[in-house]
């Protein structure tokens, strides 16, 4: 039997980043002012440092990765791949199933990567705070730890559903020294303005972004942080695909398919855009973003310009939307509860060049359950989904007797997210209805510029 863990040096972490622009077709569509005109670098100055300005809006191929970044990537990374020998078995499929394991991160999620990176990049530019928003926590908890790791104070507006149901989520984040409140506050213009319309309001990403952007930009000190969804934060992301195209060449093998979740696109991106230099030379390869069926941005939202936060606060973005003011459903996969993507990843799937699929929840944590009992990592929720998707597509090789080589990012561990497991085990976990109504609303809402 060929390898289970397909392992690199640490002398192999990258030493660069790469950026999917320099492949794309066309150029990027750019990001617009309230006024609908085209917006400069200069518009971010208030909130980000100059070097990831740069990167937002690069179109070199390749971008040095700092030693001082990877030096601490060394932590965890290379972080392994593994061939799926014994979900194989479990499918009888034929196919050859991977997956790259980005929970071996102290957050236990691929979002360090650019953590890391964004603190080193605002200490040098003498920052001294960083605000953010966070969902489900990973974030937050990453930002926590890239913080410490830099001498920078990080405050964390976290959505309030997530901060009741996720507490140990929080006492990560204290643990590495970063303050949390629970969004909306009274401590913002934006949550004031939230709470006075909706007091038992449940937060939301685009409400703990307006909050977060909005402190930012009031105080010279202080810088932003996001996530996902933004360029730079893909470009960090893509040592994911990189390390993992070395350890394809390893084992002599290369994906037919590759499966992420998709919530701001930058797990997705991360691991894809690095084969997507592949396929812009001619090689045939899928690219699969999957998302939920309760929050589906690629599968039914609108190709528009709309605003990255509920408030309005940020530049207007060419992005699948499902409009700036929808409310996602509570799933439990809170990393995915965003309304808009990457525009880079938007572009690229209204170009036909990447797909995208919508799953509900259930059908996800029967594939996570599934992947437990057979590889024994528990799957972060949002992880599920790209497991669902990948188990689909073993299933279809199993009818065809095909051996593709399927590929997908085990984007994090569930280890706080047992009680969604709970949940699921005492069949309280639900499926949401596709909220059309909802959707269709909010899309009513989306800034009358510049459309089209
Ligand atoms: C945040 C998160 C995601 C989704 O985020 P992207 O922005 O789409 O990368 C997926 N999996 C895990 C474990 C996460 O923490």
Redesign the pocket.
């Known amino acids: 039997m060929s390898e289970t863990k397909i392992l690199l040096e640490e002398s192999e972490i990258p030493s660069q980043w790469y950026n999917v622009v320099a492949d794309m077709p066309n150029p990027p569509v750019p990001p617009l002012g309230p006024d609908g005109k085209p917006i400069g670098p200069e518009a971010l100055t208030a909130i980000f440092p100059d070097a990831l300005i740069e990167q937002e809006v690069s179109t070199e191929r390749w971008i040095d990765i700092p030693e001082a970044v990877r030096e601490i990537y060394t932590l965890w990374r290379p972080s392994p791949l593994y061939r799926a020998h014994r979900l194989e078995k479990a499918l009888g499929t034929p196919a050859r199933i991977y997956y790259k394991y980005?929970g071996v991160s102290p957050a236990g999620?691929?979002?360090p990567n650019t953590a890391v990176a964004q603190a080193y990049y605002n200490q040098q530019a003498g920052i001294r705070r960083l605000t953010t928003e966070t969902g489900?926590g990973?974030?937050g908890s990453s930002l926590a730890l890239a913080g410490q790791m830099f001498g920078i104070e990080v405050r964390v507006y976290m959505v309030r559903v997530s901060y009741e149901q996720k507490p140990f989520r929080r006492s990560m984040m204290h643990s590495w020294g970063a303050e949390v409140l629970a969004s909306p506050t009274e401590q913002t213009e934006s949550g004031r303005k939230i709470l006075a319309q909706h007091p038992d309001s449940p937060g939301s990403l685009g409400i703990a972004i307006s909050e977060a952007v909005e402190e930012a930009a009031s105080r010279d000190d202080t810088n932003y942080a996001l996530?996902?969804?933004l360029n730079h934060v893909l470009i960090h992301?893509s040592v994911i695909g990189l390390e993992a195209k070395k350890q394809f060449e390893k084992v002599g093998d290369y994906p037919d398919m590759i499966f992420?979740?998709?919530?701001?696109?930058?797990?997705?991106g991360?691991v894809a855009f690095p084969f997507f230099a592949d396929k812009a030379a001619g090689k045939e390869i899928r690219l699969v973003a999957v998302e939920p069926s309760s929050c589906p941005t690629l599968t039914r939202g609108h190709y528009a310009y709309d605003f990255g936060d509920s408030m309005g606060l940020t530049p207007l973005l060419k992005m699948y939307t499902l409009g700036h003011d929808f409310m996602p459903p509570s799933i439990h996969a809170g990393?995915?509860r965003y309304h808009g993507d990457n525009t880079l990843v938007s572009q690229l799937y209204n170009e036909g060049l990447i797909e995208a699929q919508a799953v509900p929840q259930l059908a996800t944590f029967e594939a996570g359950v599934q992947f437990a009992r057979s590889e024994g990592i528990i799957p972060?929720p949002?992880?599920n989904h790209a497991i669902s998707a990948c188990i689909d597509e073993a299933l279809k090789c199993k009818q065809s007797g095909e051996a593709r080589t399927l590929f997908f990012n085990l984007?994090?561990h569930g280890h706080f997210d047992m009680a969604s497991y709970d949940k699921f085990f005492s069949k309280e976990l639900e499926d949401y209805e596709y909220p059309a109504e909802a959707i269709e609303e909010a899309l009513k809402h989306l800034p009358k510029v510049a459309q089209g």
Do not use: R
């Open positions: 980005e999620s691929h979002k489900a990973q974030w996530g996902s969804v992301q992420a979740p998709c919530g701001g696109g930058s797990n997705f991360g990393g995915l972060a949002e992880s984007s994090g």
